[in-house]
């Protein structure tokens, strides 16, 4: 599996990328407070991936029984969707992947439930800009230590906690490839070096809190270690001549 790309095969993976960002938005625009649950988006989900002729990535990788993960105000990721039913004030990341004629595509977004607090429409804000001062850095000749950087300094700059545990990953014909290790924290210069070609997920997990997390009985709900909450904002990217292209949007 050649982690370096065809321009032919980034076609095929911008095709995937398109399904999950359309997917999304569909998604999201069905959340109403206090009637939706986690499962019923999971549901959605899944038929608007199919209906497009895809398959969820994340179905069955490592035993994981759904589509997507979903993750709920103090829920950092692997959220596995639950019948709880949303409330006003809540945040909630959708995290799925889909595959397609081969290749792959995984991205992440977090929603506010209605209206939220100011900290939590924060915390929202810096992750999201996070992840584009990340993607900024992802051109050929730079290493995975400059994302993480530039994520990191972003981040805490703002008096948030950035995720150790958890890192984005390289993709295509496999969901997690390499580079295997994309840190949103980190020293410039070091890491993996960033070749033209290359696709990489990169995906900042930040805490309105400690940066500290742990893992819950199930095996894969990771929460943050103080309950206060937490964002994560993903895109797949193709490492190109002319610098970094998103290929999880509807273009
Ligand atoms: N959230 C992970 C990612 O974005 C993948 C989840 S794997 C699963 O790379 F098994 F939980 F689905
Ligand atoms: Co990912």
């Known amino acids: 599996m050649a ?34 649950t986690p499962k ?39 959220g596995i969707p639950t019948e709880d039913v949303l409330h006003e004030g809540d945040i909630i990341t959708l995290d799925f992947g889909v595959y397609k004629d081969g290749w792959h595509a995984d991205s992440a977004w977090t929603y506010p439930v ?6 939590a429409q924060k915390l929202l804000n810096v992750t999201r800009e996070s992840l584009f001062q990340g993607i900024a850095k992802a051109r050929p000749g730079n290493t995975t230590g400059d994302i ?14 950035v995720v150790r545990e958890l890192v984005g990953h390289g993709i295509g014909e496999r969901l997690h490839d390499e580079p295997s290790n994309v840190p949103n924290f980190g020293k410039p210069g070091k890491g993996d070096r960033l070749r033209e070609g290359m696709c990489i997920c990169i995906e900042p997990m930040i805490n309105e809190g400690t940066h500290k997390v742990k893992t819950l009985e199930d095996g894969w709900t ?14 797949t990217i193709a490492i190109l001549k002319s610098g970094p292209e998103i290929l999880t949007t509807e273009g």
């Open 3 to 36: 982690i370096i790309k065809k321009a032919s095969e980034i076609t095929k993976m911008k095709e995937s990328g398109r399904i999950v960002a359309r997917t999304l938005r569909l998604v999201s625009e069905t959340i109403v407070p206090g009637k939706t």
């Open 40 to 78: 019923q988006l999971d549901e959605l989900a899944e038929r608007l991936i199919r209906e497009e002729g895809g398959v969820p990535s994340f179905l069955n990788y490592r035993g994981y029984p759904n589509a997507t993960c979903i993750a709920v105000n103090n829920v950092v990721v692997h």
């Open 114 to 119: 209605g209206t939220i607090s100011q900290i």
């Open 148 to 161: 993480g950087h530039a994520v990191q300094k972003y981040v805490e700059s703002h008096g948030f906690g």
């Open 222 to 235: 990771v929460v943050t270690a103080d309950d206060k909450l937490a964002a994560h904002f993903e895109h």
